[in-house]
């Protein structure tokens, strides 16, 4: 359709012939993944919307979307205001806004295949307040109406050896059985991919710069496991390499197998899990146990195979971020440098090493104004060169076979002013605090969150995003349970304490609308801390990411002693860890830029 006001329109044409009087539209899998594949990207086609979280409301005569900080500005420049109302989450949950908005005695549809069974359950009783209904749908009304939708890709699984895994597939298989022996529980089932992709030592291409495949599993007590993935996707290696104790069925069958799970007691994971599977399950008349996915936690604390990977993948990936830094600082002065060209620059580096298998997510390459724009993605229409005097923030990563690689870098062009170096100082002040906290084993993250703001804060400032995000194992860029966020914020996640082994990024920032952004990102890892005289188990962090911090964005009098040593050690430890990977120019460029405050 040559238009969003087109889509829009053929969606409510499509609604009132199904007898809707809405619908609800997010942005998610059958997975509940917050990354998907193209085939699933309704809310995009629906909207124009190219962030990773949001949702859709769809009415009659007005429509909404909802979007939380991180997307504020982004939402604005990408949906019409002349057809959407824009709403901010937590603010705003849909289900009050329908409450609201939605007419008495509507008929609300939504896709029991994209929702969790707790929205579904917020949203019936706020809509029964006013006597309307909210309506499964057989069959989404988007797909009915986009034509060209994408088919779900048919990439093949590969198989992730145990020498990079750290354990194989059939001992995490035994711990689940052994986890559900304590739950009195005959089956598990897994929904989320990257939990299937771990727990079988496998990896896949389904969905961008994310190494997991479109799949469903029930492991069962007794150790062995069901596998429900399109059977052109598995090749003889991958089946040898799966052994015995999985049996591999078509992913259609999924639904299917739950309906033969009578009498049985199956966990299930209310968070991971979409309601059509509790559905299912009820209507085959089996006991639900709701209980999070037993692979979550051992899946965010890395084994020491795991841990050595990262550290690996982090000191090649930094020399491609070392020279990359080298090439910005003698090219946009001379013009003609664009955030495009930055950005392809930046992956054609990082494939030099030979093993980069995809990046992480897409690049954020933001010039000027679209520097604060936080997860801002430069186009054709978008795209801004670097121009003197000015802030470029680059967030990028990387997925190797052996480590997830996640980093900001914000770079100044020309001469900053005052007002920049005050700001990126600010941040930086946060970020060492991060880095060199040390807290008491059972702390969450969103104790530790002011601890990188506070430096903004006694300037009246702050920023709409967490401060730090888990990282997955050659998986996704965006792991939880585990997150350094606000308690409530809509990046919260469940609030876990931090436990040694987890990885997390360290990424405070600061963002002026209209003008620059500022973060400096690293990822860390949570270690055991010993203290003299401690009286408790202690904990810290030690830095995994490894590249030159802007020294000319630095306003050294706003550093306290401490943390000039802090910012000295770290370019020490730059040199020490990248140097080695790099051609003696490059070196000489380095030790420069980690020369000491």
């Known amino acids: 359709m040559s238009s969003y006001a087109d ?27 917050e990354y998907v594949g193209s085939y699933a990207q309704r809310l995009q086609w629906l909207t124009g919307f190219e962030g990773s979280a949001g949702s859709a409301v769809v009415l009659p005569e007005e429509a909404a979307i909802f979007v939380d900080g991180r997307y504020t500005l ?5 949906v019409s205001a002349d057809h959407w109302s824009y709403q901010s989450v937590p603010e705003t949950s849909i289900a009050d806004w329908l409450k609201e908005h939605a007419a008495d005695g509507a008929r609300i549809g939504y896709d029991p295949w994209l929702h969790s069974r707790d929205w579904v359950k917020k949203a019936t009783e706020a809509l029964a307040a006013k006597g309307a209904e909210l309506v499964a749908v057989r069959r989404n009304p988007i797909d009915a109406v986009w034509d060209d939708r994408p088919a779900a890709s048919v990439a093949k699984l590969i198989v992730h050896p145990e020498k990079l895994a750290g354990q194989s597939g059939a001992d995490k298989r035994q711990k689940i059985a052994e986890w559900l022996g304590k739950q009195d529980a005959d089956a598990a089932v897994l929904a989320a991919l990257d939990s299937i992709a771990w727990t079988f030592n ?12 479109l799949a469903y599993a029930l492991v069962n007590s007794d150790g062995t496991a069901d596998l429900f993935v399109a059977g052109e996707k598995v090749d003889a290696e991958v089946r040898q390499h799966l052994g015995n104790g999985v049996r591999v069925h078509e992913r259609a069958e999924f639904e299917n197998a ?3 799970l009578k009498g049985k007691r199956v966990a299930v994971d209310p968070e991971r899990s979409v ?6 399950l009820d209507k085959a008349g089996a006991t639900i146990v709701p209980v999070r996915d037993p692979t979550v936690l051992p899946r965010a604390i890395k084994n020491e195979v795991e841990i050595a990977g990262q550290r690996s993948a982090q000191a090649r990936d930094g020399a491609a971020i070392a020279r990359f830094l080298k090439w910005i600082g003698e090219e946009a002065p001379k013009g003609g440098l664009d955030e495009l060209k930055a950005s392809d620059h930046l992956e054609a580096l990082r494939r030099e090493s030979g093993m980069l298998k995809d990046l992480s997510f897409d690049t954020i390459s933001g010039s000027g104004p679209n520097g604060a724009i936080v997860h801002y993605r430069a186009s054709e229409a978008t795209n801004r060169p670097l121009e003197m005097n000015s802030i470029y923030l680059v967030d990028s990563g990387g997925q190797y076979a052996d480590g997830t690689t996640d980093i900001t870098r914000t770079v100044a062009i020309g001469t900053p002013s005052d007002e920049m170096r005050d700001r990126f100082t600010r941040v930086l002040k946060g970020h060492i605090a991060i880095a060199t906290a040390r807290f008491p084993k059972g702390t969450r993250g969103s104790q530790l969150d002011s601890f990188a703001r506070r430096p903004l804060w006694d300037a009246g400032l702050d920023y709409a995003h967490g401060t730090g995000h888990g990282v997955g194992s050659f998986l996704s860029v965006h792991e939880g349970p585990q997150r350094i966020s606000p308690v409530g914020s809509s990046q919260s996640g469940g609030d876990e304490p931090l436990a040694a082994g987890m990885i997390l990024s360290n990424e405070p920032g600061y963002y002026k609308a209209g003008e620059y952004g500022i973060r400096i990102e690293n990822l860390v890892l949570v270690v055991e801390r010993e203290i003299k005289g401690a009286e408790k188990e202690m904990l810290g962090f030690e830095t995994l990411t490894f590249a030159p911090i802007d020294r000319r964005l630095i306003d050294r009098n706003l550093l306290s002693d401490s943390e000039i040593a802090w910012l000295d050690s770290y ?7 990248v140097g080695p990977g790099l051609a003696p120019e490059d070196r000489a460029w380095i030790e420069a830029a980690c020369a000491p405050l």
Do not use: C, N, Y
């Open 7 to 33: 889509r829009l329109a053929a969606l409510r044409a499509q609604l009132a012939a199904d007898r809707l009087d809405g619908f609800v539209v997010p942005l998610t899998d059958e997975h509940m993944s």
């Open 74 to 78: 982004q939402v604005r420049s990408q």
């Open 202 to 213: 496998v990896r896949g291409a389904d969905v961008s710069h994310t190494p997991v495949a």
């Open 258 to 260: 739950l309906a033969e």
């Open 275 to 280: 309601a059509a599977i509790f559905d299912a």
């Open 571 to 577: 370019h020490a430890d730059v040199v020490e860890k």
